[in-house]
């Protein structure tokens, strides 16, 4: 089953139907209701979890494996500048609760005055939609605007965004004040909960 969803998770090779729907994994498992489906998850991530975390996006009705990797190898899937997109879509759309981000805000924040701002653009968000980690959003004919998908909310690690705070705050933070910033604890907790 792991295999299974493992080979579905590459958005590379499924496109935009990357991931199995719930569905699919308790057919498979032979199992049905929440409890045990989020119980496969747990126990998968226990086992995995050094290498592996199997994340269910919700919006899209679908259970997709993300892989660990080091910084190092990190590098030669996005570069710079897509890190730099990706991170700051995510601290609009997790911490500021912002619904999309609009391509014209991009552009304004990151190189309104290099030529061919809206190319190069472009050209670094298609790493991050050919990875599955943002997506677009339809808002008008007009306009272009990015959404983060459950791929790019769980690309950072704990770790990662504490760096990055504590960088950006040049002083140390507590793993308590770094979660509580980016709103971490939101992300695993169940809509009920909410």
């Not at 998770?9 to 498992?29: D, P, W």
């Not at 897509?82 to 190189?111: K, N, P, R």
């Not at 050919?130 to 998908?149: C, N, P, Q, R």
């Amino acid at each position: 089953m792991f295999m299974r969803l493992l080979y579905s998770s590459s958005s590379t090779t499924m496109r935009q139907n990357y991931g199995l729907k719930r569905n699919e994994i308790e057919k498979i498992l032979k199992i049905k209701g929440e409890d045990a489906f989020y119980s496969f998850i747990e126990r998968v991530n226990l086992v995995t979890g050094r290498y592996f975390q199997v994340i269910y996006d919700d919006k899209r009705d679908r259970a997709v494996v993300l892989m660990r990797v080091p910084a190092r190898e990190a590098k030669s899937t996005l570069n710079k500048e897509s890190l730099a997109i990706l991170l700051y879509m995510f601290y609009q759309q997790e911490v500021l609760s912002h619904e999309f981000t609009l391509l014209d805000q991009l552009i304004a924040d990151f190189g309104h005055e290099n030529y061919n701002a809206t190319r190069k653009m472009v050209a670094n968000i298609k790493p991050l939609e050919s990875i599955g980690a943002v997506e677009k959003y339809d808002i008008s004919a007009t306009e272009e605007a990015y959404k983060l998908t459950t791929i790019g909310v769980h690309m950072f690690s704990d770790s990662f965004l504490r760096r990055t705070l504590e960088f950006s705050q040049e002083r140390q933070l507590s793993k308590e004040e770094v979660l509580k910033f980016f709103k971490r604890y939101n992300l695993y907790l169940k809509e009920d909960e909410l």
